[in-house]
């Protein structure tokens, strides 16, 4: 009897291990790896989070925002001879005086990174995307190989990115980096491009470790790629760096990446497609999308002298978050923040005001799906989005992580009609199958409607008493 047992015991154990062991293999030879091939990597399914995300802010900072002055192109401007810029270093900094000498000036003394994640938080932001380089190259992180030319050595002498991407997740947002491929005046990057690209000094020693340093240090779960335009993927090494990145890297199940990773990329491959900044299709995209624009209608980076009418309004800024994401996209709004390390009060009041667009009506714009209409074809200011169920079992890599089934629809309007009557067409056949509730997100109760030839007219709760502002989101459910 005693024998007995001890064989069970042994035979459990030994069938668990073999089991745990059987399952560990299984997982490894199915694991899928990505050849380097754009054909294989744009297989991979999008990591969820991106799509249920929606919104991110996006900051460009960096040692043009010192002069802040015209935009980020400030460097490239000025030796380019654009007008301007030119006269305004005539008529404000000494002659001989050199871009290198605004670093010192990029103080950040006010830098604050657990006030700036505590601000995007609000504004209802689910990821932050910071410029770890841009075409200056400038790092923003303490590069080992941007000497005397990153924000440890000079300037704010603090890891800005390090800061940021911990105040950022202490938040409960995604960490992203801006990163650009080429710098306007890299002497190893003008050696290649003399040589018609044919040498690759510049990706193997400066683009790609440094790449690599970011991602082992700061883990990005957003590798917001750029200025890739003046050669192919061929020169750049893009597929092979995206294959190690999808297999291999300490982010492969997470990361996402956008498109501009060299000539002919943008628009066609990546896990999200930027195509060209501030772009707003209007219609619905057959692969994810994002939408990345500006609050300061003239720049990225911060402009001392911009002016208020150059400044998107609330109602611009919820027009375009509400159009991008009824068409698929995510919306990622931009921001520069000031050689200080502040946030202009102008950009805090539009971000908390969206912030509180979303408190109330979050709930058609994160997690949504395209419906089947996007905006109203008889009512150019109504965007729809839907809900759908979970999928579970077999998930389609076209619809990564929802069924079609569709759970409640939202209708958002960007202007409050004047007689207090919603009128939307495409909303209409479902109405009249008589089974449908419409309620205003924010407001109790259930709203009347009526159709008339084949328009929906929707009668609005008195404004009044209406929670939100500057545009209203109705939630169309089943019984
Ligand atoms: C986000 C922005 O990206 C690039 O600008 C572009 C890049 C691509 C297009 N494009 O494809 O139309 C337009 C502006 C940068 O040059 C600019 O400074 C900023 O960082």
């Not at 871009?99 to 830098?111: D, G, K, N, R, S």
Request: aromatic content about 16%; hydrophobic content about 40%.
């Amino acid at each position: 009897m005693g024998i007995l047992l001890l064989f069970f015991i042994i035979s459990i154990t030994s069938a668990e291990i073999f089991e745990h062991n059987d399952l560990d293999t299984i997982e490894s030879k199915t694991a899928k790896r990505y050849t380097p091939t754009w054909k294989d990597l744009d297989t991979r399914p999008l990591p969820e989070w991106y799509d249920t995300a929606k919104i991110g802010i996006f900051l460009h900072w960096g040692v043009y925002s010192v002069p802040s002055f015209g935009s980020e192109w400030f460097w490239s401007n000025w030796k380019s001879g654009d007008n301007k810029t030119v006269a305004f270093m005539n008529k404000n900094y000494p002659p001989g005086f050199s871009y290198q000498e605004f670093a010192p000036m990029f103080t950040a003394e006010f830098f604050d990174p657990d006030a700036w994640a505590s601000l995007f938080r609000k504004a209802g932001a689910k990821y932050v995307v910071l410029t770890s380089k841009h075409h200056e190259g400038f790092t923003l992180f303490p590069s080992h190989r941007s000497f005397s030319w990153n924000a440890m050595e000079i300037g704010p002498k603090r890891d800005l990115v390090g800061e940021l991407a911990q105040s950022v997740r202490d938040n409960n947002m995604k960490f992203g980096v801006y990163h650009s491929l080429y710098e306007w005046f890299n002497p190893i990057y003008l050696e290649d491009k003399e040589n018609l690209f044919l040498t690759k000094e510049y990706p193997k020693t400066k683009l790609w470790p440094d790449l690599k340093q970011i991602i082992y240090n700061y883990e990005p779960s957003v590798i917001w790629s750029d200025g890739d335009w003046e050669t192919f993927d061929v020169y750049w090494n893009s597929t092979d760096l995206l294959a190690w990145l999808y297999n291999d890297s300490p982010v492969k199940d997470e990361v996402v990446v956008n498109d501009r990773w060299g000539i002919g990329i943008p628009c066609h491959h990546g896990d999200f497609y930027n195509c060209a900044d501030r772009y707003n299709p209007g219609k619905l995209q057959n692969h994810k999308w994002e939408n990345a624009f500006t609050i300061d209608s003239k720049s990225w980076g911060y402009r001392r002298n911009m002016a208020l009418n150059e400044i998107l309004s609330i109602d611009q800024l919820l027009k375009e978050v509400v159009s991008t994401v009824s068409c698929g996209g995510n919306a990622l709004i931009n921001i520069g923040p000031t050689k200080e390390g502040t946030i202009a009060p102008i950009f805090q009041e539009r971000l908390l005001a969206l912030g509180d667009w979303l408190a109330i009506n979050g709930e058609a714009i994160y997690g949504t799906s395209p419906w089947i209409h996007q905006n109203d074809t008889s009512n150019d200011y109504v965007w729809y989005t839907c809900t759908k169920a979970k999928y579970n079992g077999h998930r389609p890599s076209s619809a990564p992580h929802v069924s079609d089934t569709i759970t409640a629809i939202y209708a958002i309007f960007l202007h409050w009609p004047s007689d207090n009557i919603l009128k939307a067409a495409n909303i209409a056949p479902y109405l009249h199958t008589g089974t449908y509730k419409i309620k205003m997100l924010g407001n109790q109760g259930y709203l009347n409607w009526i159709i008339k030839s084949g328009t929906a007219f929707i009668t609005l709760p008195d404004k009044a008493i209406v929670t939100s502002e500057n545009a209203w989101s109705l939630k169309f459910t089943q019984n």
